[in-house]
């Protein structure tokens, strides 16, 4: 990895946890609408993506495409599978680091496995800043690579939200997968006090056990929000529709009524061979009412 990277990335996390009151009051003035009775909106686009530790369908290693791309989105908040920290397949390049500080982002990094002298998992980039991080595996399976959820806790218009990354195994059997969505809902249970964003590479189709359970809980943008297929996979001609971004309506159970609601505004698919998936963005108005 790179120390100068390195060093980078954390002086920017402190410097916002440092500041952010200072950012939430600036927010307040110019970035959020506030509405009459203290209730308030602001738009954050999240997008979701398999990068495929940034190899292209050229077969080329390119941090540097994946990065243009999140900036020409103009992203807020992006949840990234397969990631690579110093393997040997992706020239030993701290990934995230690196697309750190070509988005300026603040970022996140759950290992799955170790791969290859380095380090393999799920990442996250945001400009908001992070109050809680968690990285939690799910139960090992001797036939299946380790799995697991990213988990962080950002700081929105005074709101505390919740974001999860995780990425789903790829084994034609759905019976690892269905497993996940079980881990997976249990570990979310203990933030089901908060608004919560659940992103990734779920490898199931929307009619699959595994989107049907999750939609028991959790809402679909693309269906909220989206027009024609959103197919994401694979990137050359895209056929399947196998990542997502799910949320949850939320109300704080208080006796001084708060209302926190995540609406999908608007989703698309972004054309793309820098992996062998095509990114997913989806632009949220996010609105409280006290």
Not at 16 to 25: G, H, N, Q, R, T
Not at 132 to 154: C, D, H, I, S, T
Not at 172 to 178: A, E, Q
């Amino acid at each position: 990895m790179n120390p100068a990277a390195i060093s980078t990335s954390f002086r920017r996390r402190w410097i916002l946890a440092l500041i952010f009151p200072l950012l939430f009051s600036l927010a307040a003035i110019s970035g959020c609408a506030f509405i009459r009775g203290g209730a308030t909106r602001q738009t954050i686009r999240v997008m979701t993506w398999n990068i495929h530790h940034a190899e292209g369908v050229d077969k080329k290693i390119d941090v540097d495409r994946i990065a243009q791309l999140i900036n020409e989105e103009k992203a807020d908040i992006v949840t990234i599978q397969e990631v690579d920290r110093g393997v040997e397949r992706s020239k030993k390049i701290d990934i995230i680091t690196k697309l750190a500080d070509l988005t300026g982002m603040t970022y996140a990094f759950g290992k799955t496995i170790d791969y290859q002298g380095g380090e393999y998992g799920n990442a996250l980039l945001t400009r908001f800043p992070i109050f809680e991080e968690r990285n939690v595996l799910f139960k090992k399976f001797p036939e299946a690579e380790q799995r697991g959820v990213l988990l962080l806790v950002l700081g929105i218009v005074g709101e505390e939200i919740v974001v999860a990354n995780t990425h789903f195994d790829s084994q034609g059997d759905d019976s690892l997968r269905v497993a996940g969505v079980s881990d997976l809902k249990s570990i979310l249970k203990g933030y089901s006090s908060r608004p919560t964003i659940l992103c990734g590479d779920f490898n199931d189709i929307p009619s699959s056990r595994v989107v049907t359970q999750l939609k028991e809980e959790y809402l679909d943008a693309w269906e909220l929000a989206g027009t024609w297929e959103g197919f994401t996979f694979p990137s050359d001609v895209p056929k399947k529709r196998i990542d997502y971004i799910f949320t949850n309506n939320f109300r704080k159970p208080d006796s001084t009524y708060a209302a926190v609601h995540l609406r999908p505004l608007s989703a698309h698919v972004v054309k793309s061979l820098a992996s062998d998936h095509v990114p997913l963005l989806v632009e949220f108005e996010l609105s409280t009412e006290r």
